[in-house]
């Protein structure tokens, strides 16, 4: 059969430039979705393009022509009749795995929380005991003065002391807090040992600084201090714990049949859940405390600051514990 190959192109063209743009569109919006319409027209390009790929197969002058067609018509058959789904992440389940992996784990949260508490209660004690402790047990040389006189000098600041620099600061506060919860889960891999001991200390520097200041008669200035950021940043911390008791678990097996590798895959989702939702809520406190918790009286109220950091809370327990139930 003699072809006129320049009136064919000329007159075949147009289907193959549709074709082209059609298969352009789904690529660049995988989530589009089609009409009937549209797909009766996608399907028709296909098979008229095809055609036309069996009739330049007898074009022995043409092989670019052939080389264009043959690409052409491949990307159409694999986007008809491709089977997989397409690839996208999931938002909302990446955010709601994090409240699950937190349920799953809850003993491991209460071992957490038991460490902290222990921590605190002998932090507490041994300050009460021992004013002089101070200078070992609190964590920043601003709280070596009695609790009325950081008041005071609190309270009567002429300045903003972070002004310029809030980010920064902010910005060191995230990077410290993040180190400390993922240290707190990386040390699981020593049996849990090393995150008890974390737990226990930062337990102890909070009890200390408890006790000094609820002893000193300036509880409301405590609570107006820790509580906006406090209230995400200790359960931060916490969960960060969490993760490294639920690593230890995996790494002892309890008498388990499971090998040692079986049960760290079984759990590495939910430990990368913990780790995500602890830095993210990290990072939150660590914006909230540069921008909120080191103004004081007659800047923000104490009262103000105090229902801040109690809704933050509660909105907190709301979500973990009811976010992604069935």
């Avoid at 022995?60 to 052409?72: F, V």
């Avoid at 009749?81 to 709601?96: F, G, I, N, Y």
């Avoid at 004690?125 to 021992?130: E, S, V």
């Amino acid at each position: 059969m003699i072809i006129d190959t320049a009136r064919f192109v000329t007159a075949e063209r147009p289907f193959w430039e549709e074709l082209a743009n059609l298969l352009e569109q789904l690529r660049n919006d995988p989530e589009r979705h089609l009409s009937f319409e549209q797909v009766q027209r996608l399907h028709y390009l296909y098979e008229r393009c095809s055609a036309d790929l069996s009739r330049v197969g007898t074009f022995s002058g043409e092989p670019h022509l052939r080389q264009s067609l043959e690409a052409l018509v491949a990307q159409a058959y694999a986007q008809i009749h491709e089977t997989r789904a397409p690839l996208r992440v999931q938002w909302k389940s990446v955010l709601l795995a994090f409240p699950r992996a937190f349920r799953r784990h809850l003993a491991a949260f209460r071992l957490a929380v038991a460490a902290t508490v222990v921590g605190a209660v002998f932090g507490g004690f041994a300050i009460r005991q021992d004013p002089q402790a101070k200078a070992v047990l609190m964590p920043f040389p601003a709280l070596l003065v009695s609790p009325a006189e950081r008041v005071r000098q609190e309270e009567s600041a002429k300045t903003d002391r972070l002004q310029g620099r809030k980010a920064s600061f902010s910005a060191d506060l995230m990077t410290h807090n993040v180190r400390v919860t993922m240290v707190a889960l990386a040390a699981g891999i020593s049996w849990g040992a090393g995150t008890l001991i974390l737990l226990f200390y930062n337990g102890v520097l909070l009890g200390a600084v408890v006790a000094d200041y609820v002893a000193g008669g300036q509880a409301a200035f405590l609570a107006g201090w820790l509580l906006p950021h406090g209230s995400i940043e200790i359960p931060a911390i916490l969960i960060g714990g969490q993760a490294g008791f639920v690593l230890a678990s995996a790494l002892i097996g309890w008498g388990g049949r499971e090998t040692r590798a079986d049960r760290f895959r079984a759990v590495s989702h939910d430990l990368f859940a913990l780790a995500g939702g602890a830095a993210a809520m990290l990072v939150w406190a660590g914006a909230i405390e540069s921008f909120v918790s080191q103004y004081h009286e007659p800047v923000l109220p104490y009262g103000l600051k105090i229902g801040f950091g109690v809704c933050e809370l509660l909105a907190l327990a709301a979500f973990l514990w009811l976010a992604g139930r069935e």
